[in-house]
């Protein structure tokens, strides 16, 4: 089993990582020109939906290159999955609570959700990571990632007409 330290330290450069990346993930499709093939991995608007892309892809990247660091740790794929869920499902509950109590949206609390959602997603990780082994649990959160990078992939280029896709100003997905 992998030391809790190790796995500690994992999650601390985690959430570091996530926050440095996601911060300039915000800005990689429009300094791309808004080169299609960037649409796929960083916002290209600015609906809540899109904006999860700043939590998720940085976490799947910091996942699969510490996944040699920390080999033989329990639950692996499920603590990247609950990593996802939770800070995904933070930014996105919070959001919607506070702009429906303030009636619009605040950068700082933005910014505030987008950093307390890295920690709370990597505080959940370590927890599953000194667990007990759940198979169960690994295989279930395999399913889940794949139907939720599967989402993200599809809803980029065609997204739902529901409020997640809707941009401040109306629109949704990808527009000139």
Known sequence: MVRSRRILIFCICGG???LILGTLGH???EWSGNALWTAWLFPVNESVWEHLKLLILPEVVYFAAGA???RGANNYISALFFCIAVSAGFVTGGFYLYTS???RSV???DVLLFCTAIILGYVTSYFLLTAEKFPLL???SLMGLVVALVCFFTFTMSPPHTFLFRTPDGRFGIYP
């Open 16 to 18: 570091v990582f996530t």
């Open 27 to 29: 800005f990689v499709y």
């Open 68 to 70: 040699y660091f920390l």
């Open 101 to 103: 109590l303030m009636g």
């Open 107 to 109: 950068l700082a609390l």
């Open 138 to 140: 690994t295989v279930i």
